[in-house]
């Protein structure tokens, strides 16, 4: 490439012209212009570019820009559909061939290339995108006479997609002019010929590298430590700077070394060490999980804010690898000195299965192995606490063959591992909910073989209403309504109220259900009490919509039972359930717990002992 120059797409006048007066030397350096202006070579056949050859030291960008440019002369002369390799990667390409003329149209969503990044496993929470691509080619007497090219990427955040870029990228290959080229060189294989040209030359992959930016003058992970340790301490967490000084610290420690890390981890104080730990773990490099790894102690107790810290944010992970839920492995299989920490890492499993699961890499051998710990885990054990730990972790995990083993907790535990069971069963896409599970749900309600907790008959009740129910389960719930407990009659028929008034799926079965008098009739609908559920909106436009619902169970005696506070948010025809507060009141012996579930991406419980 000779001649190189940089200029405006659009044109400018003097004062915005940031090209003005500058050089194409000046701008690339001599070095990086000397790489364009030196020869490539290109092993084409039958139309398709087999091999591309430049030198290994080259930057990136500029072995990216030969590669789009190589990319032009890939051609088929015949329509039809295929793949292709070029700068995008391995693509689907159609090619419609009319005289004299060839456009090729690649389907880059199809492209495959090696990642060079991740993406939420949440829809809801991911970036959306929109690409096309399509080139002509006008040719004479079988030759490019000229090639121009032209891609379109449109990308949006789902949540809210005024937050979006367009990238437009526009390529032109004119024939100037035909002349003599040098000499041909004969030999057995392509290689050989190449050395004999410039033992320099190396063959290099068509699809494109990821770009490392070069920061120069950045601080090092001490000296950025150093910088922004005040706003880790208590007193300033709540600024917005504290939040900002996080993030910026996360993108340097991604780049750090095992040593740096724990350099910064050891010489800490306690007050900043709890979020200099979420941070740490947020990094979610191999360097960083070996620093924390070794800076806790799971073996003594004493350090059991900091474990459960890096656990908490190990379930907030934005993108797992097999690598961490082999960490937690290696945890549970050693030596723990807290009983809840010991729970704490298997529940957190189950919340990175589900995550991997949903990345696509459910046959990973240590998801496999969790998965069957998880699994078999309930039945392995008599313990209460350990069943609802693995409950818990099933919870998380939400498979789908987990479901048979819920179903049947639901209607044979305790009443926290009953509750724990059916809330499990709630999080279920509704196609997970066969006949089988209502039936099971039905036998609980309406206690056909045992007698049930308030909490656990109104989890089912729940579960019911949202998995599609039939004109006969409906009758059979809002008939039971004046038959139940004083407080249960009352959460059951704001229940009814709520999915009328927010217009739920279960919505019109129960109209239906309403017009016959003797389920709606005054006495039936006029019972009072304290109890309620209630849903409503917490933000709606076209982009997203984000709703709660509220549901209160008080005792006859006007002691709270069970309070579940649910948070959704829905875009992109997905729906990810944000955040969930469940409160329940059991007994355990001869005390009364409380247990609160706190959920964003994992549920885990915190128990609270009460006199």
């Known amino acids: 490439m000779s001649d190189v120059k940089i200029e405006n797409v659009n044109k400018r006048d003097d004062k915005r012209n940031i090209f003005l007066g500058s050089s194409t030397k000046s701008i690339l350096g001599k070095g990086n212009l000397a790489a364009l202006e030196k020869p490539l070579i290109l092993h084409l056949n039958f139309g398709k570019v087999k091999s591309l050859y430049s030198y290994r030291k080259e930057h990136a960008v500029f072995k990216n820009i030969k590669r789009g440019l190589v990319s032009l002369f890939q051609l088929q002369l015949s329509s039809g559909r295929g793949e292709e390799m070029d700068v995008s990667g391995k693509c689907k390409v159609n090619y419609q061939a009319r005289q004299n003329q060839v456009t090729r149209i690649k389907e880059l969503d199809s492209c495959k290339t090696a990642d060079t990044g991740f993406t939420s496993h949440s829809k809801v929470l991911g970036v959306s995108s929109k690409s096309t691509s399509a080139t002509v080619f006008t040719l004479e007497e079988g030759f490019i006479k000229s090639a121009h090219s032209e891609e379109n990427h449109l990308l949006s955040v789902n949540v809210q997609q005024a937050i979006a870029a367009k990238i437009i990228s526009k390529q032109k290959l004119q024939l100037v002019q035909i002349e003599a080229g040098p000499k041909e060189t004969a030999g057995k294989e392509v290689k050989s010929i190449i050395k004999t040209l410039d033992p320099k030359y190396v063959s290099i992959p068509l699809p494109a590298e990821a770009v490392k930016s070069e920061c120069k003058g950045c601080p090092t992970l001490w000296e950025h430590w150093q910088s922004a340790s005040k706003e880790f301490e208590p007193k300033s967490l709540s600024n917005a700077t504290a939040a900002r000084n996080f993030l910026s610290l996360i993108q340097t420690m991604r780049k750090a070394r095992k040593e740096e890390i724990l350099q910064v981890l050891r010489s800490s104080s306690s007050s900043v060490l709890p979020p200099l730990v979420d941070a740490v773990t947020s990094t979610q490099t191999s360097a960083s999980l070996e620093a924390i790894l070794e800076f806790l102690d799971f073996s003594k107790e004493e350090g059991f804010m900091l474990q459960e810290r890096f656990l908490y944010a190990c379930g907030f992970a934005s993108h797992p690898n097999e690598e961490m839920l082999k960490a937690l492995m290696g945890i549970r299989n050693g030596k723990i000195g ?206 997203t919509t984000s709703t709660y619902s509220l549901d209160i169970l008080y005792s006859g005696s006007g002691i709270l039972r069970r309070s579940n506070m649910d948070i959704m948010v829905f875009s992109k025809d997905t729906q990810l359930h944000a955040s969930q507060a469940l409160f329940w009141l059991g007994r355990s012996n001869r005390r009364q717990q409380v247990v609160l579930t706190f959920q964003l991406s994992f549920l885990i419980p915190i128990p609270i002992t009460l006199p």
């Open 338 to 543: 807290s009983n809840d920490i010991k729970e704490s890492v298997v529940i957190i499993m189950g919340a990175l299965v589900r995550k991997l699961c949903q990345k696509g890499g459910c046959e990973l051998p240590a998801v496999l192995e969790t998965k069957k710990l998880i699994l078999e885990g309930p039945g392995s054990t008599e313990v209460e606490s350990e069943i609802k730990m693995y409950l818990l972790a099933l919870k998380n995990a939400l498979l789908p063959e987990a479901v048979p083993l819920l179903t049947k907790y639901s209607e044979s535990g305790s009443g926290p591992i009953s509750s724990i069971a059916i809330t499990a069963l709630q999080k279920y896409d509704v196609s997970m909910i066969t006949e089988e599970v209502k039936k099971t749900l039905n036998r609980i309600y309406h206690q056909n073989h045992r007698v049930h907790e308030k909490t656990v008959r109104t989890a089912a009740a729940d579960v019911i209403f949202s998995s599609n129910p039939t004109y006969m389960e409906v009758k059979n719930l809002l008939l039971s309504i004046g038959s139940l407990p004083h407080e249960m009659n009352k959460y059951m028929l704001s229940k009814v109220q709520d999915i009328l008034h927010f217009e739920m799926p279960a919505s019109k079965v129960v109209r239906q259900v309403m017009r016959d008098m003797i389920t709606h009739n005054y006495d039936r609908f006029s019972k009072v009490g304290s109890s309620s559920a209630f849903s409503g909106y917490i933000t709606r436009d076209p982009d």
